[in-house]
Each structure stands twice: as C-alpha cells, then as structure tokens.
C-alpha cells in the first residue's frame, strides 16, 4: 500500500536559516508527489509538484524539492525562511491508477525572530 | 475570479441535527472531494465525486452524504449518526486524469453544541 511519511511534526528555524522539510515515500510505480501549505484556518495551496522529468521541482514562494528515488524521498527546502513562512506543510502522493491522493500527517514550520 | 468557494465559515450542530456544507467552483473541473482535518492527522478523504450524478466513499464515509446533481456543487450533509463531527473540511475540486492537481477551498469549521 502507498503511504506518505512526513518526519517532524513540528520544526523551528531561525529567520534566514535554511529550511528543510521531510518527507518519504512508500510506491511501487512512479509517483505522483506534491507540497502543498496551509495557513491557520485556510484551504490548501500548492506549493510545487513532481509528475515525471526533471527532479528538482521549484514551486513559489522560492520553495524547492528534489524527487530521489532511490531514497524514496521529496525533501521540501528553502534556502532562507521568512517569518512569512510560519505554517503547516504537507506531502501528498497520488495513489497508483486512481486520482486519489494520502496526504502526510503535516509539518508544523516555526520562524523565529 | 476562478475558484472554489465553501460556506459557512463556521458552522454549529446541535445533538441530532444534519447539517450541510456548501462547495461550489467555477473552474469547470470534473472531480470534486471532501476530506475531513483533525489535528495531527492530516486531511482524510469522505467522499470523491468524478463525474455528476457519480461519486465514491473514501476512507470515512460513516455518518455522512454527499449529492452531485451539478458539476459546480458537491454539497457535504453531517448526518447524526456523525458521532464526533468536529473538525475542519475541506472540498477540492481537480481536472479527471492522472497525476492531477487538486485545488482546495478554504473550509469550513464545524462545532458541537
């Protein structure tokens, strides 16, 4: 079964350090992964997706993630977090042959002043 | 301005009641869903929806019901037999075909009286 891990529940940085944001994989064809962000008591939005290609995806908001599949991992980093940046992150897949996709259980993404 | 819209913001049950949840979206997408966010657990899936007067049960589709009468509106009914509603949902709506982006609304919060 295709599962979403996403390591850190909750992760603190300091203004201007880099972020990194975890998150791991379980498939056994190639997926269809995607970040998306939540602001408090907002919708999702996406932040970047990988379908096939190249395997650094940037998204907005200077967000970035590499698809490794030997590692079977799409990390989320930012070189330089903005207070702006405070918020709940989650990995999603798409499970193999539906349009039905398991999210991760978020990240919780702390700036500190 | 394309987008997906819920109401109410917030919502309130009464023991007993049905209470129903609005999504409608003007982005002419096929697929809507509805998934239900607890703290710590990331969005679970209720009910998908590909085409109109079709839809599926996703992975807690006890205690509550959804219509697709028209491709813009997939309304969300919280039954009573819904033991423990309170929660944040969330309606997305998608293009049909693999590896899709799902857009989302911006939920709605439901409380028990």
């Known amino acids: 079964a295709q599962s979403v891990t996403q390591l850190g529940s909750h992760v603190s940085v300091s203004e201007g350090a880099l972020v990194l944001l975890r998150c791991n994989y379980s498939s056994s064809v190639p997926p269809y992964l995607f970040w998306y962000v939540q602001y408090p008591n907002q919708g999702l939005q996406l932040l970047l997706k990988y379908t096939t290609g190249a395997t650094l995806v940037k998204g907005i908001n200077g967000f970035e993630a590499e698809f490794k599949k030997s590692e079977t991992s799409f990390h989320l980093t930012k070189p330089s977090a903005h207070m702006s940046d405070a918020a709940e992150y989650f990995c999603?897949?798409?499970?193999?042959?539906?349009?039905?996709?398991?999210f991760g259980t978020g990240t919780r993404l702390k700036v500190l002043a | 301005d394309g987008g997906i819209t819920q109401s109410p913001k917030y919502l309130f049950r009464k023991e007993g009641q049905n209470v129903t949840l609005s999504c409608e979206q003007n982005l002419n997408h096929d697929a809507m869903y509805w998934y239900r966010q607890d703290p710590g657990q990331g969005l679970r899936l209720i009910y998908y929806s590909q085409i109109v007067n079709d839809f599926q049960k996703g992975d807690i589709a006890e205690g509550y019901s959804v219509s697709r009468e028209k491709k813009e509106s997939f309304p969300l009914t919280v039954t009573s037999a819904q033991t423990n509603p309170t929660a944040f949902y969330l309606c997305a709506s998608s293009y049909r075909g693999v590896g899709e982006t799902q857009y989302f609304g911006p939920g709605t919060r439901l409380l028990v009286l």
């Open positions: 999603a897949v798409i499970i193999s042959g539906t349009y039905k996709y398991i």
